[in-house]
């Protein structure tokens, strides 16, 4: 057995290991008889480091949908069977969404701006969660989009219309952008009803974009897009997807964006989620990145999974296997 292929039952023994180099990272400076503002509900901040960069995980809630959906290839039995032996509801499969933020240089940047109101009532939480790390979208100086669906430009548009991150430079991959933005794209091809793709896949992502678009910062993927942010061709699940890698010093962290939704359908089992656009594109590009991801034991963030999304990447018998990271206070 070689270190980096190994088989289920060896998992368990290295998750506790899963959580290391996590440590706390952003202060408010609030005094300390001022009160914590809090949103309601459970943890949505989780702080670590990467080297010198500071990083939170900022919760902007949950969106979700029909498991089929996130497992288009999966037979009916295997994929209930699967879903019942992780304790997941086997009529809807929740999938969180995981903005990173990121300090270095005296700049903050935000990695992906969430949902907002685009895709349902249980998003738009990540302003909220800025507030409990004594921040504001005010303070945000940059959001980089990894594509664009709803889910991950929603949160760029205020409510009349204005921009929600006033002093932020948004940047977003060209050929996403020229697909879905500046062209009239078909959307035939996502497993969703047809008004569902209308109004959210749709005419979601250009009212989303609208305050921005005359300035936005377009990229190809290959390069840093700024210091200690790099983009990786993902493409498959979007004409223009990347991944990115977070990196300072010896230590890196990987976003797989949306390779895969939610670990027990698209990671621990190999099926393929409904709405990658170019399903085999899409397929190569996963193994690809999650071949790196097991073979240089990088720390992963996970966009859709469960909070705060932090992971190890294993090569097992016939695929890979997902280890949260151990939570740190």
Known sequence: MSRLTINRRTIMLSAATAGAGLAPAFGTGRAVDQPVVRPP???????????????????????????????????????????????????????????????????????????????????????????????????????????????????????????????????????????????????????????????????????????????????????????GLTAIAAAGHTPGMVAFLVHSGDEQLLLTTDLAYHPVVNIDRPWRPGPDRDQEAALQIRRRIFDRAAAEQMLVLGFHYPFPGLGRMLKIDHGYAWVPANWRF
């Not at 209930?80 to 700049?107: I, K, S, V, Y």
């Not at 303070?139 to 709803?150: E, R, W």
């Open 41 to 227: 509900g459970n943890a949505g901040v989780y702080q670590f480091r990467i080297g010198d960069i500071r990083a939170a995980v900022l919760s902007d809630g949950v969106i979700g949908g029909p498991p089929r959906i996130y497992a288009g290839d999966a037979p009916e039995v295997e994929l209930q069977t699967a879903l019942r032996r992780a304790f997941l509801p086997t009529d809807h499969l929740t999938l969180n969404l995981n903005t990173l933020l990121l300090e270095a240089g005296g700049r903050r940047v935000l990695l992906e701006a969430g949902a907002g109101d685009t895709m349902g009532p249980n998003a738009g939480r990540v302003f909220a969660n800025l507030a409990t790390i004594g921040l504001s979208a005010n303070d945000i100086d940059a959001i980089v989009i990894s594509h664009t669906h709803p889910d991950h430009v929603g949160n760029l548009r205020t409510a009349d219309g204005g921009k929600a991150f006033p002093r932020a430079q948004v940047f977003a991959p060209k050929a996403d952008w020229d697909f879905f933005v500046s062209g009239d794209p078909d959307l035939s091809y996502m497993p969703v009803p047809e008004d569902f793709r209308r109004r959210f896949f749709g005419a979601a992502i250009k009212r989303s974009v609208e305050p921005i678009a005359r300035e936005i910062e377009l990229y190809e993927p290959g390069g840093e897009i700024l210091p």
